[in-house]
């Protein structure tokens, strides 16, 4: 089950939603979270939930003995255990094909599937145990809460990574105001419109030119491609996030922000600051800084951000790919250690160059494998054949929809002055019951009606059986 599905969004969210209204325990409505969340996720993966319920009974235990004299061994173990978990079922025919082509050998490869949303209920899951041991968050002794914590369907599939500590004083204490909730729908369906108006519409365009292969593009092409599949990849995830975070406001819970407008960033460490922030937070807490961060030299400062952004790659996915999109990014955050005026670029200068690396680098993520990358990026600088073949094919990616589409892609990925940041902080004093001027509420009131003609728009492109996979699924 997805959130941009017709089950999810005219049968599982109003009944979910209903109930958790009108029962008046909180205790009765963690049960019903946690009862929907694993319906949710059992939806699509009825066999793996057993291996999510398992994984939050695990690291609920070794959580629970960390206030003793072992509690070292048992991080030890926790660690080991969530790892390996990975290791068995994301890595291991990965590994077995890379030590075949390696090695020459013709060892069976294991067709191991992949349970949905493993890396991250795992890192949500590790990341708690790690808090218990050092004492950041209390103990819990309530497995059911831990539960939840894990299963909690809004962050479960595709993120944010939820820290425990984030929201462990909501799972015991949280209203469900109006407000809220408005404000947390209307935040649902802004996602619904990224992923099913505009992160569709540029996936069309991009799995045509890449399925097509890059011996069959020029430069226009492979650029339309390129741009298609960056706006895809973040329409997607973002639009993901905010839906997340819209759901769990309107169950009384807050998440953090996991986007802040990425494509505006001036340098690639500015880019990881505001790209996947849940994910680059958790690496640095629980990886960078106990390497060492940047507390022994620059040396080793660079050394470290490649270590991480190997692991980055890494846990997007079995496939050299990843590993080399993720050092990529690993050598231009290197790269500006090393060389500050990099960072001192005029804005429109760092914006491009910016831009031109985690344009390449997203192509290398999204090709099958590196040498085709590789391909598409030759011609992406170099594909200067003009035959009438690739100029129809072009012409094809680029409909009017696609147009449209993607010069709102393009606005909607900027950060306008500041206009969200006003926004929300408009939300939240009218939340406080802060007087607002008349001009404001207008605005307000637009948005509301804005987002039910976004509703609107997406429940008939999804009854009509357009595409609609997210990407972050497969990891």
């Known amino acids: 089950m997805t959130f941009s599905s017709l089950v999810f969004l005219c049968i599982f969210l109003p009944i979910v939603f209903c109930l958790h209204s009108i029962i008046p325990s909180l205790k009765v409505r963690n049960a019903l979270l946690i009862g929907a969340s694993l319906v949710f996720y059992a939806f699509g993966e009825p066999i793996y939930v057993f291996l999510m319920i398992i994984n939050a009974l695990v690291n609920y235990l070794l959580a629970l003995g960390m206030n003793g004299k072992n509690k070292k061994l048992l991080l030890i173990l926790d660690v080991v255990f969530n790892i390996g978990i990975l290791g068995v079922f994301k890595y291991t025919g990965f590994l077995v094909s890379s030590l075949n082509d390696l090695l020459g050998l013709s060892i069976p490869v294991p067709a191991i599937s992949l349970p949905i949303g493993i890396s991250f209920f795992t890192f949500q899951a590790m990341s708690y145990a790690i808090d218990a041991y050092r004492g950041n968050v209390a103990i819990q002794r309530n497995f059911?809460?831990?539960?939840?914590?894990?299963?909690?369907?809004?962050?479960?599939?595709?993120?944010?990574?939820?820290?425990?500590?984030?929201?462990?004083?909501?799972?015991?204490?949280?209203?469900?105001?109006?407000?809220?909730?408005?404000?947390?729908?209307?935040?649902?369906?802004?996602?619904?419109?990224?992923?099913?108006?505009?992160?569709?519409?540029?996936?069309?365009?991009?799995?045509?030119?890449?399925?097509?292969?890059?011996?069959?593009?020029?430069?226009?092409?492979?650029?339309?491609?390129?741009?298609?599949?960056?706006?895809?990849?973040?329409f997607d995830f973002s639009g993901y996030s905010d839906m997340a975070i819209g759901l769990g406001r309107m169950f009384g819970f807050h998440f953090k922000e996991n986007f802040?407008?990425?494509?505006?960033?001036?340098?690639?460490?500015?880019?990881?600051?505001?790209?996947?922030?849940?994910?680059?937070?958790?690496?640095?807490?629980?990886?960078?800084?106990?390497?060492?961060?940047?507390?022994?030299?620059?040396?080793?400062?660079?050394?470290?951000?490649?270590?991480?952004?190997?692991?980055?790659?890494?846990?997007?996915?079995?496939?050299?790919?990843?590993?080399?999109?993720?050092?990529?990014?690993?050598?231009?955050?290197?790269?500006?250690?090393?060389?500050?005026?990099?960072?001192?670029?005029?804005?429109?200068?760092?914006?491009?160059?910016?831009?031109?690396?985690?344009?390449?680098?997203?192509?290398?993520?999204?090709?099958?494998?590196?040498?085709?990358?590789?391909?598409?990026?030759?011609?992406?600088?170099?594909?200067?054949?003009?035959?009438?073949?690739?100029t129809s094919f072009a012409l094809q990616q680029l409909t009017p929809f696609f147009i449209v589409m993607l010069i709102a892609a393009i606005i909607g990925c900027a950060p306008i002055r500041g206009l969200g940041e006003k926004l929300k902080a408009v939300q939240e004093r009218e939340l406080k019951g802060e007087e607002i001027s008349s001009k404001e509420r207008t605005v307000q009131i637009l948005l509301y009606a804005l987002a039910m003609v976004v509703l609107c728009w997406c429940i008939l492109r999804l009854s009509g059986g357009s595409y609609n996979p997210f990407i972050y699924f497969r990891f």
């Open 260 to 390: 802040l407008h990425p494509y505006g960033s001036l340098n690639i460490k500015e880019f990881w600051r505001r790209w996947h922030i849940s994910l680059s937070s958790w690496f640095k807490e629980y990886v960078y800084i106990p390497l060492g961060g940047n507390r022994k030299g620059p040396l080793r400062t660079g050394i470290n951000k490649i270590i991480v952004f190997f692991l980055t790659g890494l846990w997007h996915g079995a496939n050299w790919t990843f590993v080399a999109w993720g050092l990529f990014h690993g050598a231009f955050s290197f790269l500006e250690e090393f060389i500050p005026a990099i960072k001192k670029l005029p804005k429109v200068i760092g914006h491009i160059y910016t831009m031109i690396v985690v344009i390449v680098g997203f192509v290398i993520f999204r090709a099958d494998t590196i040498a085709e990358g590789v391909g598409f990026i030759g011609k992406m600088f170099g594909g200067f054949d003009f035959g009438p073949q690739y």
């Open 144 to 234: 059911a809460k831990v539960l939840l914590y894990i299963s909690f369907f809004p962050q479960l599939i595709a993120g944010p990574i939820v820290k425990y500590r984030d929201i462990a004083d909501e799972i015991d204490n949280r209203k469900v105001e109006v407000g809220e909730v408005a404000l947390g729908l209307r935040r649902f369906i802004a996602g619904l419109g990224k992923k099913v108006l505009i992160a569709n519409t540029m996936a069309v365009a991009a799995d045509s030119v890449f399925n097509q292969g890059a011996a069959s593009a020029n430069i226009m092409v492979a650029w339309i491609g390129a741009v298609a599949y960056v706006m895809q990849i973040y």
